[in-house]
C-alpha cells in the first residue's frame, strides 16, 4: 500500500491533478474505461468559478457553486479522490510528490487551471483581494460589509466614503460582472440596511490599462457593456494602470488617486503549474505546458495537460485556447475518448476547439454575448446567460438552490447572502 490508501490494480493508474472543468469531464469519462482513475485537487470540492462574483457580492451561498468532488461519479470502484496539494511532479519515476506523500503513476493527468496574475507587484499582491477561489470571494463579501458596519458609525463623510467605496482592478469579465453586481447593491441593499447612510456614499470605481471594457470580446460588445455600466452609476477608468495600493489609497498612472477601503484585483491570470516539467516543455511569460493536439505535454509519453493549464499553440489559435471553462470541458472529453482508443491501441484524435461564445453579464437584465459574427445584447442576452450557467453549474442540487435563489432575489431587489461569517483574513483588511 502507498500514503494515499489506494490499492494496486492491474488496470493502468491515471492519475488527474485538479478537480476543475477539465478535472470532473475527464474523472467521470476515464472512471467508464479499464483504467484506476486518482483524482487529486486541494480542496474536496469542485468550484464553479463564473458565480464566484455572485458569492462576493452576498448574491449566492458558497455552496450553492461549490460541488463535493467524491460525489462527482456514481461511486465506481475504480475511482478515487484524495484531497491533497501536489508539490511536484518527478516524470523520471513516474511519481508525483504532494503534501500527504507520494504516488506512481502510469499516465499522468494536469488540469490545475490558473491562480490569479499579480505582475509581480509584490505589494498590491499582499494588500489587495483576488477572487480565485470560494473563499476569497467569501473574503470580498466580508471585508465589504464589515466596511458598510464600520461606516454606519463614522462621523466624516469622508471617512464614510473611503470606506463603502469599492476598487476593481481590471475589466474583463470578472471585473465588469462584480461592477455590476456591486451596482445592483447599491441600489437594491444599502437604503434598506442602511437607511442612516446615503448610498451615494457607495462608490464602485472599474480601472484598466486598455481603452475599452471587456477588451477580449467584440467592439459591439465592449461599447455595450461600458453603456450599462455607466447607467448603473459604476465610474470607469480607461486607459489607467494601478501602480500601488497602499494605506487605503490606489495610485494609478495618471492623476487618479483612490481612497478605498476595498481593492480587487481581478486584473488577469497565470498558470498554476506544478514544478518538475523541464524547461523546454513550459511557457515561461504564461506559465502554462506547451502540449501537442493529443494534449501531451511536449516532450513526454505520458503526462499530459488539459483546460487553463495547457498551452495549445495551434493555427487558429496561435496563444492557445483562451483560458475559459468551454476548452477545458472540450480537451477533457476529446482526451478521455483518446484513452478509450488507447486501451484498443487505435490511433489517437487531434483536439479541435468548438467556440460556443462567450458572455459577460452586467446586473439585472443586462448582458452582452459574441455568438459567431454576432453580438446580442439586453435581455434576451441575460437570459441566455442565466439559461448557460444553470445548465453548467455542477450538481441538481446546486441547480435548483441557484435558481430559485435568482428568482428570489429578481423578484425582491434583495441579495440575501449579506452575512459575515468569517474573521478577514490579513489581506485588505482596513486599518482602522
Ligand atoms: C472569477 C472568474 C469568473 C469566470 N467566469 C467565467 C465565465 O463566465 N465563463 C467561462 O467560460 N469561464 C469563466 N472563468 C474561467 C473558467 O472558470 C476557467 O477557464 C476554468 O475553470 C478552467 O478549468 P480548469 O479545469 O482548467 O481549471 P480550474 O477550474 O481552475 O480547476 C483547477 C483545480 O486544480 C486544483 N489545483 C490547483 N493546483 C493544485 C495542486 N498543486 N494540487 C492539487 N490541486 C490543485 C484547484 O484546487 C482547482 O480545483 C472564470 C474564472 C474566474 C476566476
Known amino acids: ?17 485538479g478537480g476543475g472543468f477539465g478535472g470532473v469531464t475527464l474523472s467521470r469519462k476515464l472512471t ?10 486541494q480542496n ?33 470502484e475504480n475511482f478515487f479522490f484524495r484531497m491533497a496539494q501536489v508539490t511536484q511532479v518527478v516524470p523520471e519515476k513516474n511519481e508525483i510528490e504532494t503534501n500527504i506523500g507520494k ?3 502510469d499516465y499522468l493527468i494536469l488540469a490545475t487551471g490558473t491562480k490569479t496574475n499579480y505582475f509581480n507587484n509584490q505589494q498590491i499582491e499582499n494588500s489587495s483581494m483576488g477572487m480565485k477561489s470560494v473563499v476569497e470571494s467569501l473574503n470580498i463579501r466580508s471585508t465589504m460589509l464589515k466596511n458598510f458596519e464600520k461606516a454606519t458609525i463614522r462621523a466624516s463623510e469622508k471617512e464614510r466614503k473611503k470606506l463603502m467605496r469599492i476598487v476593481i482592478s481590471g475589466a474583463g469579465p470578472t471585473g465588469v460582472e462584480l461592477a455590476g453586481a456591486f451596482a445592483e447593491f447599491k441600489k437594491g441593499v444599502v437604503p434598506k440596511d442602511y437607511p442612516d447612510i446615503n448610498p451615494e456614499n457607495m462608490e ?14 467584440s467592439e459591439a460588445s465592449s461599447k455595450k457593456s461600458l453603456k450599462y455600466l455607466e ?22 498612472n495618471t492623476d487618479l488617486n483612490l481612497e478605498a477601503s476595498t481593492f480587487i484585483w481581478s486584473a488577469g491570470v497565470i498558470g498554476n503549474h506544478i514544478p518538475g516539467i523541464k524547461e523546454d516543455s513550459f511557457h515561461e511569460k504564461t506559465q502554462r505546458y506547451r502540449v501537442d493536439e493529443y494534449n501531451r505535454i511536449m516532450g513526454y509519453e505520458s503526462i499530459y495537460a488539459v483546460g487553463d493549464i495547457a498551452l495549445m499553440e495551434t493555427d487558429d489559435y496561435p496563444k492557445g485556447h483562451p483560458q475559459v471553462a468551454q476548452p477545458a470541458i472540450q480537451q477533457g472529453k476529446n482526451l478521455a475518448k483518446n484513452f478509450k482508443r488507447l486501451l484498443r491501441e487505435k490511433p489517437l484524435k487531434p483536439f479541435s476547439y468548438f467556440d460556443k461564445g462567450s458572455m459577460a453579464t452586467i446586473g439585472r437584465n443586462k448582458a452582452v454575448a459574441d455568438v ?15 439559461a448557460v450557467h444553470l445548465y453548467f453549474l455542477v450538481g441538481v ?10 428568482i428570489y432575489n429578481y423578484f425582491n431587489f434583495d441579495r440575501a447572502a449579506r452575512l459575515i461569517l468569517q474573521p478577514e483574513r490579513s489581506k485588505a483588511a482596513p486599518k482602522n
Not at 458558497?62 to 460525489?71: E, N, T, V, Y
Not at 447607467?231 to 494609478?252: A, C, F, P, Q, R
Open 1 to 17: 500500500m502507498n500514503a494515499f490508501n489506494i490499492p494496486q490494480s492491474n488496470h493502468p493508474r491515471v492519475i488527474i491533478v
Open 32 to 41: 467508464k474505461l479499464q483504467l484506476q482513475v486518482v483524482l487529486i485537487d
Open 44 to 76: 474536496n470540492y469542485h468550484t464553479f468559478q463564473p458565480l464566484l462574483y455572485q458569492v462576493a457580492t452576498s448574491g449566492l451561498e458558497p455552496d450553492s457553486i461549490a460541488f463535493p468532488l467524491r460525489g462527482i461519479t456514481d461511486n465506481q
Open 103 to 105: 504516488l506512481q503513476f
Open 204 to 217: 464602485i470605481h472599474l480601472i484598466d490599462g486598455s481603452d475599452r471594457v471587456l477588451s477580449s470580446m
Open 231 to 252: 447607467k448603473l452609476g459604476v465610474n470607469i477608468h480607461l486607459n489607467t494602470l494601478v501602480k500601488n495600493y497602499e494605506d487605503d489609497v490606489i495610485s494609478t
Open 372 to 386: 459567431g459574427s454576432f453580438t446580442i445584447g439586453g435581455f434576451a442576452a441575460w437570459f441566455t446567460w442565466l
Open 397 to 406: 442540487r446546486n441547480r435548483v438552490v441557484v435558481f430559485l435563489n435568482w
